[in-house]
């Protein structure tokens, strides 16, 4: 009996850990304000963990001069897009990626480029990416959002990328909830994590077994039973 219950136990904690594994994760990096907006936005429509990338260096103006700083760290990452030390510093991130299907970035634009911080997380997290989910959201003035696509394909580049980007800009960031609403439909966001609905389901199973592994059809009388993986008596 008491190897029929650590079997069943067992197989409630594989479903458990799979319906973990199937989460969606939004990784975002926010100069102006206006991306860590668009993430509260996007997570009141969508059930997501939330990880924020920080500049290890507090307090630059990246945006100062006509964006010299900004500039300055592109220019870095372009001459050398291999090397580790091109990329500038960030804060470091214990999120394991592994805990999640679907990965959805949110980033500023920076002169056409995706900004450096953000980048910089990619470069060091984008071959954990292989094969999840990617959804990209871009925050910008006015430039077109194309060679903000490339550095992310450039980086991560065996992720299972979502049928379409999304651009929101200056002049339509206050229709966010409706970009957001809509561009989740278009990519069939629902279909593409209809498997982490289907195991939270299963692995909130209303089902009960008794000590030998059967699932009782009828409600249990007198006893002890196996219900979502604990033991319970009755």
Known sequence: ???SFILILCAALTLLSTSASSKTLVVYYSYTNYSREIVTTL????????????????GLRYDANNYALGTQLLN????????????????????????????IIVTPLWWSQMAAIMQTYL???????????????VSSASSGISGVVKDCKRLVPDGKYF?????????NHSNRTSLIQNWLKAVNYNTLTAISEKRADESTSTHIYDLNGRQ???????????????KISR
């Open 1 to 3: 009996m008491k190897k």
């Open 43 to 58: 997570t009141s429509q969508i059930t997501a963990d939330v990880l924020e990338i920080q500049p290890a260096e507090k």
């Open 76 to 103: 870095a990452i372009k001459a050398n897009p291999n090397d580790a030390g091109s990329y500038p510093a960030i804060d470091p991130v214990d999120t394991s990626l592994s805990e999640y299907e679907t990965i």
């Open 123 to 137: 470069f060091n997290n984008g071959p954990q990416m292989a094969g999840k989910n990617i959804g990209l959201i």
């Open 163 to 171: 049928s379409d980007n999304l651009w929101i800009n200056h002049s």
């Open 216 to 230: 009782l059809i009828n409600e249990p009388q007198k006893g002890i039973y196996v219900k979502n993986g604990k």
